[in-house]
């Protein structure tokens, strides 16, 4: 069995179409940042039917054997260019002397070729893309990855299966989980520039590399002694930057697009009192206008002081008032504010009632807050 792409017999944390639970509950029990891995769940998957795991058997030992021995070759002999004092650091142009850095390329460059050749040859070209995630959004990359991949637009390329990493038994900051989107052949350039076009354009995804299967089972990785590259394709090898750019506004537009389609979006332009009209064309609602009102020493609206002011001024017309009562107004009208203003004034209109009124008698000397007083009694009565 391959390890690499082929779950355990039984593993509940394997989905195919024949799990007792249907995709999305599957993702939504067995999310990648709450499974803890303690030896025996390093790995949950999701399989598209119809899918290939790819060379399995004897060819993939025999394939792994032999690539193993390259490997192993090209090490000793990067490490005897590094151990060689005669072989310069620069490359010499008068004698054609060659620097260690272009004999170590040619040896890995070397590798990768036979590498190619060999899954090939034996039938094991299985690889995939590789994506990165911090804990705090691995859940939600899963999920668009794996429901893309069985109902969505991953299912109609050549990807035919996904994994994740579990959580590690033990907090670190810097742990990431591996998500893995596989291909039946990764040296194929326009099986893995396809599925590349789809996570960026319809996943909304961007991978950080691929890489061949055959590559895991040796153990090569970036720190790999040999020095050689640890992947197949890089994006930029297979999209320019314009394409990628492309791809990305496709998506942005699609989920804006998604978005914009809503059940309530026809109500919202009948509505006068919904969110989306502006502020001038909302109705002031009627029953916040006798509280504003309540304390007539208080400043009004701006929108409703032209009209109390209109009606104030109006009233006095009727009533004589003698120029003491009109002088004594513009006095305080001057140094007062809005509500004192309307104060002065208002009393103004009960004139006829002045000779019951305490203040009837008061002296010409009477002190002006006497008189405010007076006056405020007589308008709260």
């Known amino acids: 069995m391959d390890t690499e792409v082929e779950a355990p017999q039984e593993y509940v944390y394997s989905w195919t179409s024949k799990h007792e639970l249907s995709l999305d509950q599957f993702l939504s029990k067995y999310k990648p940042s709450m499974v803890q891995d303690d030896g025996t769940k390093p790995w949950i998957w999701v399989h598209k039917d119809g899918g290939s795991p790819g060379k399995v058997g004897a060819d993939l030992v025999e394939a792994i054997e032999e690539a193993a021995s390259m490997l192993e070759a090209a090490t000793a002999r990067v490490e005897a260019i590094n151990n060689d004092a005669s072989i310069p650091t620069r490359s010499n142009k008068k004698t054609g002397a060659r620097s260690k850095k272009e004999l ?14 060999l899954a090939q040859e034996k039938g094991v070209t299985t690889g995939k893309w590789m994506f990165f995630a911090q804990p705090e959004s ?72 691929a890489k061949a299967d055959l590559y895991t089972h040796i153990g090569i990785d970036s720190k790999h002694p040999s020095g050689v590259r640890s992947t197949v394709w ?32 026809a109500t919202k332009r009948d509505d006068p009192f919904d969110d989306d009209e502006t502020e001038t064309s909302k109705p002031t609602p009627t029953k916040k206008a006798p509280t504003k009102r309540k304390d007539e020493f208080e400043d009004d609206d701006e929108d409703e002081k032209p009209a109390k002011k209109a009606k104030i001024t109006s009233a006095p017309a009727k009533i004589p008032t003698s120029k003491k009562q009109e002088d004594s107004e513009t006095e305080y009208e001057e140094d007062g504010d809005e509500g004192g203003a309307e ?39």
């Open 234 to 265: 890089q994006v930029k090898e297979l999209l320019s930057e314009e394409e990628m750019q492309k791809l990305r506004d496709e998506y942005t537009a699609g989920q804006s697009a998604s978005r914009s389609v809503k059940p309530k979006a």
């Open 104 to 117: 170590r390329e040619e040896v890995q460059a070397t590798l990768t070729a036979d590498l190619k050749k």
């Open 138 to 209: 691995v859940d939600g990359m899963w999920s668009r990855i794996a429901s893309s991949l069985v109902k969505g637009d991953l299912g109609k390329t050549p990807a035919w299966l996904a994994k994740v990493s579990t959580s590690k038994p033990t907090a670190d900051e810097r742990a990431q989980h591996l998500i893995c989107l596989y291909l039946p052949d990764l040296y194929d350039k326009a099986a893995a520039t396809e599925v590349l076009k789809v996570l960026v354009g319809k996943v909304g995804l961007t991978p950080g590399s």
């Open 343 to 381: 104060l002065v004034k208002k009393p103004a209109r009960m004139a006829p009632m002045a000779p019951t009124s305490s203040t009837a008698g008061q002296k010409p000397g009477a002190s002006r807050l006497g008189k405010i007083k007076a006056a405020k009694t007589k308008y709260d009565n």
